[in-house]
């Protein structure tokens, strides 16, 4: 503003100066001067102005996401209830008996016959026998020779008893064993087993797997520059010694 007012001065000067051409202007003008104007160089007028300026524009990314699963624990009936028959085994004890571990047998005996030696003399009568004889060059020859009566003890065995069998009875032998015996027999019963529960691990999708796109906003800045408001030029200023001379 300060501006404007100040070109219009100028203007209204340049005005009385047409005008009025008898005034004079810049040092050495002739008569009474009243005012003096100079021609001046008006510089360029500038101005810092703030500006948005996009740094970064708007765009969209897609960004692919896992299915979301998660596991439960699910009870389920790992074995159910069931009747099942129970077998006591019997119980056994040891009896003490009196057992034959040797039956009554019969047993023979042989009973040697005896003897007794019992001599004789026994009459031989008169006769020939044959000898059997050797010479010196190892010939052999049989001869028959004249024996005379005599006599000859004879020794023999008289059986005073015979051999025998005699037959004996032989007692049993008797023992005392042990042997197992049943004191109770096996008992049957029904007992009843309830279901055994227990959990297993499940999977479950709780949300399935797709595509998220995500917008991004544009990224703005502020920037400041120096502009150009008016540019430049020419005017007339007052000058200092028309005023000396007025003086």
Same mark, same amino acid.
């Given at each position: ?8 001065v ?7 100066? !047409?005008?009025?051409?008898? *005034?004079?202007?810049g ?28 740094l ?11 299915? *979301? ?13 069931? +009747?099942?028959?129970?077998? !006591?085994?019997p119980?056994?004890?040891? @009896? ?8 009554? @047998? ?21 006769g020939? %026998? +044959? ?38 009875? %032989?007692?049993?032998?008797y ?5 197992? $015996? ?6 049957? #019963? ?12 499940? #999977? ?14 544009? $990224? ?5 520059e120096?502009?150009?408001? %008016?540019?430049?030029?020419?005017? +007339? ?5 028309? !005023?000396?001379?007025? +003086?």
């Open positions: 503003m300060r501006h404007i007012a100040l070109a219009a100028l203007a209204g000067s340049l005005f009385i100066a !047409a005008a009025t051409p008898t *005034l004079a202007f040092d050495g003008c002739g008569g009474h001067v009243v005012e003096c104007y100079a021609k001046v160089r008006l510089p360029d007028v500038y101005a810092t102005r703030t500006r948005s300026v996009l970064r524009p708007a765009y969209r990314t897609v960004v692919p996401t896992p299915p *979301l699963v998660r596991n439960y624990a699910v009870p389920v009936v790992m074995r159910p209830g069931r +009747w099942r028959t129970m077998v !006591a085994p119980v056994y004890g040891m @009896q003490r008996e009196r057992v034959v571990v040797a039956p009554a @047998q019969r047993v023979y005996e042989d009973v040697p016959a005896v003897t007794r030696r019992v001599t004789k003399t026994v009459a031989l009568p008169a020939v %026998r +044959w000898e059997r004889t050797r010479d010196l060059l190892g010939r052999e020859r049989l001869c028959k020779v004249a024996t005379p009566a005599g006599t000859r003890t004879v020794v023999r065995n008289v059986v005073v008893s015979p051999a025998r069998r005699i037959a004996h009875v %032989r007692p049993a032998v023992g005392v064993v042990e042997r197992p $015996v049943v004191v109770r027999p096996p008992i049957a #019963s029904r007992v009843y087993e309830p279901p055994i529960h227990g959990y297993i691990g499940r #999977s479950v999708v709780v949300r399935p797997a797709g595509l998220y796109v995500f917008s991004h906003p544009p $990224v703005v800045g502020v920037t400041r120096h502009v150009l408001v %008016r540019p430049g030029g020419y005017a +007339w200023a007052r000058s200092r010694a028309g !005023a000396a001379d007025r +003086w």
